[in-house]
T-cell receptor, first 109, second 117 residues
Framework: QKEVEQDPGPLSVPEGAIVSLNCTYS??????FMWYRQYSRKGPELLMY????GNKEDGRFTAQVDKSSKYISLFIRDSQPSDSATYLC?????????FGTGTSLTVIP | GAVVSQHPSRVICKSGTSVKIECRSL??????MFWYRQFPKQSLMLMAT?????????EQGVEKDKFLINHASLTLSTLTVTSAHPEDSSFYIC?????????????FGDGTRLSIL
């Protein structure tokens, strides 16, 4: 079983839709949770970072962590074509980082 | 803040050439830097972790003599692909983590696309 599971998609939504991206994990030691956005031929860009259960909001983005279910989500409200990218979840514990495989998102104008 | 600069962004060279890639943290000190390789439509594959002033820790299956890593200062790490061959062609990405504790996230450079002819 992989440490982090993420549906690779691809996910295609119309502009303005709410997008939900998810990851599950198996290691209860994970303490810190991150979401990265990666455009084609670019490095990942840190979007959200949290270390506790609950929600964290930043503009159109909301990161949700449920440690009891070992499940994290990223919600994108009012999605835009510029949100089209691959989204990677990441988690860390004991100075080790684990990345999901990434979900490819396309927002159609 | 937290900007990581990676150079060059693109390299095309002949087989047998050695290629050096630089990774710099521009506005923070990075005690730890990571080097990844990414194949098309795949996730990041960690190659090695380097801490400033010490030898890099390589992941299983990564050749130390092939991929030389130097982390001589708190803002600079280099990856040298020695005697590169076509199978080394890939997208290489570095990341840096600021000092200040294990809760610091990684910040990534924009990657280097290496093509060996």
């Amino acid at each position: 079983q992989k440490e982090v599971e993420q549906d690779p998609g691809p996910l295609s939504v119309p502009e303005g839709a709410i997008v939900s991206l998810n990851c599950t994990y198996s290691n209860s030691a994970f303490q810190y949770f991150m979401w990265y956005r990666q455009y084609s031929r670019k490095g990942p860009e840190l979007l959200m970072y949290t270390y506790s259960s609950g929600n964290k909001e930043d503009g159109r983005f909301t990161a949700q962590v449920d440690k009891s279910s070992k499940y994290i989500s990223l919600f994108i409200r009012d999605s835009q074509p510029s949100d089209s990218a691959t989204y990677l979840c990441a988690m860390s514990a004991n100075n080790q980082f684990y990345f999901g495989t990434g979900t490819s998102l396309t927002v159609i104008p | 803040g937290a900007v990581v600069s990676q150079h060059p962004s693109r390299v095309i060279c002949k087989s047998g050439t050695s290629v050096k890639i630089e990774c710099r943290s521009l506005d923070f000190q990075a005690t730890t830097m990571f080097w990844y390789r990414q194949f098309p439509k795949q996730s990041l594959m960690l190659m090695a972790t380097s801490n400033e002033g010490s030898k890099a820790t390589y992941e299983q299956g990564v050749e130390k003599d092939k991929f030389l890593i130097n982390h001589a200062s708190l803002t600079l790490s280099t990856l040298t692909v020695t005697s590169a061959h076509p199978e080394d062609s890939s997208f290489y990405i570095c990341s840096a983590r600021a000092s200040g504790g294990p809760y610091q996230p990684q910040h990534f450079g924009d990657g280097t696309r290496l093509s060996i002819l």
